[in-house]
């Protein structure tokens, strides 16, 4: 019996309280569905026996953080995706406000991020928005969000453009030319390799000109009389030098002879 007593003691003061975690806002909600629009629960435990009927709804009010791509025409109407991050978390002192006025505010929230990035981004090129006006357009951003935000009780920390893509064509045209500068680059290569090989047979065939030019003017000039003439003297003036005759010796022509040798 008092075990019993004990156990529907601890279930009572169970069910009488409730808690709200770390984080989070509570909101009162009595028996039937009215929301208590005066209360905000803390974080913690709260006891008290009307928590038997009454109901605690939390609400995540730490920042959170969306990120987004989007693909949106850019001031020279190409197609540009840009990715969006916002940072923002749920007023702590307005739950009940958005407990009983608010449906869907995660798709408000998105909803907003996109149409402030419709509303910027067309104004700028894809190029100024990678490099020169990106802080630019984040504050124009930011001057629209953290206005609309609070519409539905929702603060604003912070907008980052933290990614732009290079539109396709541009990026197509890019990659075309990259692609033409190499066919070029190789084209201007094997011309000159082409340029350099005709040159190398040019100068391979000149020199085999000059030296058949020159074995023939050099033949025509020894098969000449006067050459054969100039070589015949060479020759004779050769055994002259060494006392001989080419008519040989002992002889009226040649040198030596007892002939002569008597006449002296």
Same mark, same amino acid.
């Given at each position: 019996m008092k075990h019993g007593l004990l156990l529907l003691m601890a279930a009572f003061f169970i069910s009488s309280c409730t808690t709200v975690e770390s984080g989070h806002k509570g909101v009162k909600v009595y028996w039937g569905g009215k929301t208590d629009m005066k209360t905000i629960m803390p974080e913690g435990m709260d006891m008290g026996i009307s928590w038997l009927w009454n109901s605690c709804i939390e609400y995540d009010v730490r920042e959170k953080t969306l990120v987004r791509k989007f693909v949106f025409n850019d001031s020279r109407n190409m197609e540009t995706s840009v990715e969006i991050a916002l940072d923002y978390n749920l007023n702590p002192t307005q739950v009940n406000l958005i407990h009983t006025k608010i449906t869907d505010i995660d798709t408000k929230i998105l909803k907003t991020l996109k149409s402030s990035g419709k509303e910027v981004v067309p104004q700028y090129t894809a190029s100024d928005l990678n490099l020169r006006k990106r802080k630019e357009a984040e504050a124009?951003?930011?001057? =629209?969000?953290?206005?609309?935000l609070p519409e539905f009780y929702v603060e604003f920390a912070r907008v980052q453009i933290t990614d732009v893509d290079i539109p396709k064509a541009i990026a197509n045209v890019a990659e075309e030319?990259? =692609?033409?500068?190499?066919r070029n680059s190789l084209a201007s290569k094997k011309e000159l390799e082409q340029t350099n090989l005709a040159k190398a047979r040019i100068a391979e065939a000149k020199g085999k000109y000059d030296a058949a030019l020159f074995d023939a003017k050099t033949k025509d000039i020894m098969s000449s009389p006067k050459m054969l003439e100039l070589k015949k003297l060479e020759i004779e003036m050769e055994w002259a030098k060494k006392g001989v005759s080419k008519y040989g010796n002992?002889?009226?022509?040649?040198a030596g002879t007892s002939v002569i040798k008597g006449l002296n």
């Open positions: 124009a951003l930011r001057e =629209i969000i953290s206005k609309e030319t990259a =692609i033409q500068e190499g002992n002889n009226v022509f040649g």
